[in-house]
Nanobody, 123 residues
Framework: QVQLLESGGGLVQPGGSLRLSCVAS????????MGWYRQAPGKERELVAR???????NYVDSVKGRFTVSRDNAKNTVYLQMNSLKPEDTAVYYC?????????????????WGKGTLVTVSS
């Protein structure tokens, strides 16, 4: 069984910064892609940023140049540095990871979600 635990959310003024962290724990053989999604009130969940095991990244257009996703493979952790925050960035941010884990008959892929952390950008 694997778990993802996010931290770092909170209230910040427009133009401010926050850093989100997400650590994976449990029976982990390997972690492939990791990333961040967000869901604003009344809207569908959307991809914010993803990073491969090798460090390749992709971002939704609305955060390019402001957000940076990174990971520490030794710590099974992914980060999201958010700068120049805007009110429209307000959302619950969810960590997501493709984890290769141990099963009864061997290893298998499991796509996992964290429970989310709330980011509120407001003056």
């Amino acid at each position: 069984q694997v778990q993802l635990l996010e931290s770092g959310g909170g209230l910040v003024q427009p133009g401010g910064s926050l850093r989100l962290s997400c650590v994976a724990s449990g029976s982990i053989f390997r972690i492939n892609d990791m990333g961040w999604y967000r869901q604003a009130p009344g809207k569908e969940r959307e991809l914010v940023a993803r990073i491969s095991e090798g460090g390749s990244t992709n971002y939704v257009d609305s955060v390019k140049g402001r957000f940076t996703v990174s990971r520490d493979n030794a710590k099974n952790t992914v980060y999201l540095q958010m700068n120049s925050l805007k009110p429209e960035d307000t959302a619950v941010y969810y960590c997501n990871a493709d984890i290769v884990t141990f099963g009864t008959y061997g290893i298998y892929d499991k796509n996992s979600w964290g429970k989310g952390t709330l980011v509120t950008v407001s003056s």
